[in-house]
């Protein structure tokens, strides 16, 4: 591990209180040493780095100058947050990131009271930071709402409804672009930080507001061409028409890492009396660590890496990963079928649908985080004929899921969705955990739901999928890599609804769906030993599910179990249905169901989070081994 820096000033900073004592002239230092701890702490745990290095200048010019956490700054998505945690009360944890029992990676409400907000989806700050501003203000207390969000996250709708609305806020809310990736408006130098500092002085909004009531009174004609005039000076310098037209006072764009251009104006916007007020700083990701500066999206998350030379620890050679095997079986179907295309949320190397873009990249669209514009997009190119893949992790796919249903489900078209990260996923914790998935799918008429055991079944449920005209379709599979099976070289198409018996017993019927299946197959070894054979079917399907499969089993064993990597209401409530509509609990079936457990869980490494859910073979083996105790008390005669 590399020698943690020498910190000098950092280290008599534990709150923003701390840093309020501060000089400006001290500011900068302080800024340095912060981005060297970010850096070291980064370097131990593996995270996001890229953003957090981009807004060091922004974390400390902000804590400097609002009265935080009385003034509530709402991180958008929050992987640029590591900063803003070290000056927060937890740097003493800071190289905890991302661990069991250590640090979210993203804000959570129940780590600090400077995260008012907790994040991890896009585009939410500003309908959060409103949410607190209007609060504050009908309350009559003191306290603004300040959202920083990245322009990656603009291109989602939902940040675009709430600046409609405000106006409501007043003087009150606080919205800082932190421009980090294409730039809106380009700085220009000591001019644009001049103009950003006059244009938030409280002189010119006084003046501002003062020739606004006076041109008020005059004719109404007058009044919109002085309107159009300042906003066409003002739009022409600062590129802030747009959101001029959303009720909001642009200033900017501004040098995010000059402290002395960023201090004055956060100090104006702090003390105006017009609002709200956007904030454009322009910022560089990876800023201050030539590594990360030269290759953003490389640097943008990362693995443990070595300080001094920037290499990332590399993983063993081992399988691929599950989304590449999508992503590359989906551009070599695609190579004889021209009505294939693939769609991404602005996720295209976590879906793979990169190796499809760069075979195919006209029928590759990735149309930023805008979930709800992919499903609707998809559902227009199935209707008029072609055959749509939605590539998207589980857990975004819930911000569309009103598309999912009214725009593809009741329609019944043909829209194929790739679910990736299905099930838990590590370090990144609950907020993108894919735990849903199975039941807000399943549960929709006309919808087919498959789940691969390993990541052979997941090219030809990728095929089935490209062949499957007559409804929607779902395919979810998990993050990493899968079990090392050989690949097809000719993918087949799977009947719909149709599992398959991988190890036939005739006392507990094991049904599993998706990449559990391994755990059942060792909890079937150790059920033989125990004198219990054991029956293990893969069913593929949650919907359809296997019915004649499922009868079959549930009436020649004396006890079954299911299991699946999704929260109650999937595939278990769906067996448990049929076996009720078919009378079998009252025939006295010993019927078990397995599932992720009803509560969100912290992040940790993947196979500590299912032996927490209790989804491994042990507790396999333990939920047969008690059906059995509760019902015959035979576990001591085969045990």
């Not at 890492?257 to 100090?267: A, F, K, M, S, W």
């Not at 998706?514 to 030993?529: I, P, Q, V, Y």
């Not at 029956?535 to 299991?563: G, Q, S, Y």
């Not at 081994?625 to 035979?634: G, H």
Request: hydrophobic share 40%; charged share 20%.
């Amino acid at each position: 591990m590399s020698e943690l820096p020498k910190t000098p000033l950092l280290d008599t900073v534990e709150t923003p209180h701390d840093l309020r004592k501060l000089k400006p002239s001290q500011l900068r230092q302080l800024s340095d040493e912060l981005r060297a701890e970010t850096i070291s702490a980064v370097g131990t745990t593996g995270g996001h780095l890229g953003s957090g290095l981009g807004v060091v200048e922004l974390t400390v010019a902000i804590h400097y100058v609002f009265d935080t956490p009385a003034d509530r700054l709402v991180w958008d998505v929050g992987h640029q947050c590591y900063p803003h945690k070290i000056l927060t009360g937890r740097r003493d944890r800071i190289r905890t990131l991302r661990q069991g029992g250590g640090l979210s990676g993203f804000t959570k409400r129940s780590e600090s009271e400077y995260d008012p907000f907790g994040a991890a989806h896009s585009s939410t700050s500003i309908s959060a930071a409103l949410g607190f501003a209007v609060a504050n203000k009908l309350a009559g207390t003191d306290g603004r709402g300040i959202a920083v969000i990245g322009d990656g996250a603009m291109s989602a709708g939902m940040a675009y409804e709430a600046m409609n609305n405000a106006e409501q806020a007043g003087n009150r809310l606080i919205v800082i672009l932190n421009d980090n990736d294409m730039s809106i408006a380009p700085p220009v130098g000591g001019l644009s930080a001049y103009l950003a500092r006059v244009v938030s002085s409280s002189e010119y909004l006084g003046l501002r507001s003062l020739a606004s009531k006076m041109v008020r009174k005059l004719s109404r004609r007058v009044h919109s061409a002085a309107s159009k005039t300042e906003e066409f000076a003002r739009g022409m310098v600062t590129g802030g028409t747009l959101f001029e037209e959303l009720g909001f006072y642009y200033v900017g764009p501004i040098d995010g890492h000059n402290l002395d251009h960023l201090i004055p104006v956060l100090e104006n916007v702090r003390d105006a009396k017009e609002g709200p007020v956007l904030v454009h700083v322009v910022t560089q990701k990876g800023k201050g660590y030539a590594p990360a500066e030269n290759s953003a999206d490389k640097y943008h998350g990362v693995q443990k890496f070595d300080v001094i030379t920037g290499a990332q620890a590399k993983a063993p050679p081992g399988p691929p990963s599950y989304q590449n095997v999508f992503g590359e079986t989906l551009a070599k179907l695609a190579e004889t079928d021209p009505k294939i295309c693939a769609i991404t949320a602005a996720m295209p190397g976590g879906t793979g649908v990169d190796k499809f873009a760069k075979a195919h990249p006209d029928r590759a669209f990735d149309v930023g985080i805008a979930e709800q514009h992919a499903v609707t997009f998809a559902a227009g190119l199935a209707a008029q004929g072609m055959r749509p893949f939605c590539a998207i992790y589980s857990t975004f796919l819930q911000r569309a899921y009103d598309q999912v249903v009214h725009d593809v489900a009741i329609q019944n078209l043909p829209v194929r969705f790739a679910i990736d990260r299905a099930g838990l996923v590590g370090a990144d914790g609950a907020t993108h955990a894919g735990s849903f998935d199975v039941t807000y799918l399943a549960t929709l008429p006309n919808f087919v739901v498959m789940a691969p055991a390993d990541e052979a079944e997941l090219v030809h449920m990728t095929k089935t999928a490209v062949e499957h005209d007559s409804g929607p379709i779902a395919v979810r599979y998990p993050r990493g890599n899968g079990i090392g099976v050989a690949l097809p070289e000719v993918p087949q198409v799977l009947e719909i609804g149709k599992g398959r018996v991988v190890r036939e017993g005739k006392k507990v019927a094991i049904l599993s769906l998706g990449t559990r299946l391994g755990e059942a197959l060792k909890a079937a070894d150790t059920l033989e030993a125990r004198g219990l054979s054991t029956t293990v079917a893969d069913l593929r399907f949650a919907k359809p599910l296997d019915e004649a499969l499922i009868r079959r089993l549930l009436a020649t064993h004396e006890v079954a179990v299911t299991i699946e990597e999704n929260a109650v209401g999937g595939l278990g409530a769906h067996v448990l249905t049929l076996a009720s509509d078919d009378g079998l609990i009252d025939a006295g079936l010993k019927l078990r169901t397995m599932r992720l457990p009803d509560r969100f869980q912290d992040q940790d490494k993947p196979e500590a989070q299912y032996d927490e859910a209790g989804l491994n073979a042990p507790h396999i083996v333990d939920t047969v081994l008690k059906a059995l105790r509760w019902n015959e008390n035979e576990v001591g005669a085969t045990a």
